[in-house]
């Protein structure tokens, strides 16, 4: 099985649950969506996800002259993100679901950068949208809110639950016949 075949099914499997259960519970889904800007426990979760993420990314670069750097980012990585989770706590959820966004694309373009079937630009247009989305996440966190408004009706949610699920059932079947 390919890396795009792995992340094509992980995707299709996290979107048909997600959209399972925003069909199936739309309630809550949506005090979920309400909280969730303000949350501070996944906001730190996601944010060290993210730094870890982020120091592995540099620690595999090639980076000239800041190579001897590189071994700063044992310590560093964590103390940062304790700095982050103390002092970026406004919103900080959103921006770390940003930067994940943001990370997760780039591996999905890896994946899909040389497979053969014009199928990989599903995948790739997936991270795309997710680097844009990801980017308004981090650099304007009350955009996440205003989106979010314009799907509280329990209709919306129910609708884009069931698009969602039928998404997934898509990417799992070109995991499993396509990658």
């Known amino acids: 099985m390919s890396s795009l075949a792995v992340i094509a099914l992980i995707l ?12 199936k519970a739309p309630e809550l889904v949506r005090r979920g969506m ?8 996944p906001g730190r979760i996601l944010l060290a996800i993210d ?9 595999l670069m090639h980076l000239g002259g800041f190579d001897a750097w ?7 990585t964590p103390v940062l993100i304790i700095i982050g989770a103390v ?3 406004e919103m900080l959820s959103v921006r770390a679901l940003g930067g994940f966004l943001l990370l997760a694309a780039g591996s999905m373009l890896d ?11 599903v995948i790739t247009v ?7 989305a990801g980017l308004f996440f981090v650099l304007e966190p009350w955009w996440f809110r205003r989106v ?3 799907f509280q009706s329990l209709p919306a949610i129910r609708t884009a639950g069931i698009s969602k699920a039928v998404f997934g059932v898509g990417l799992i079947l070109l995991a499993l016949l396509v990658y």
């Open 87 to 89: 002092y970026l706590d």
């Open 12 to 23: 299709g499997v996290l979107a048909l649950g997600g959209g399972f259960l925003a069909a």
């Open 34 to 41: 309400e909280k969730y800007p303000r949350s501070v426990w």
């Open 126 to 132: 997936i991270a795309y949208l997710w680097i844009v």
């Open 111 to 121: 994946a899909a950068r040389w497979h053969p079937s014009l199928w990989r630009l």
């Open 51 to 59: 730094m870890g993420w982020a120091a592995y990314a540099v620690n």
């Open 148 to 150: 979010m408004l314009r």
């Open 70 to 76: 590189k071994v700063h980012l044992m310590w560093l």
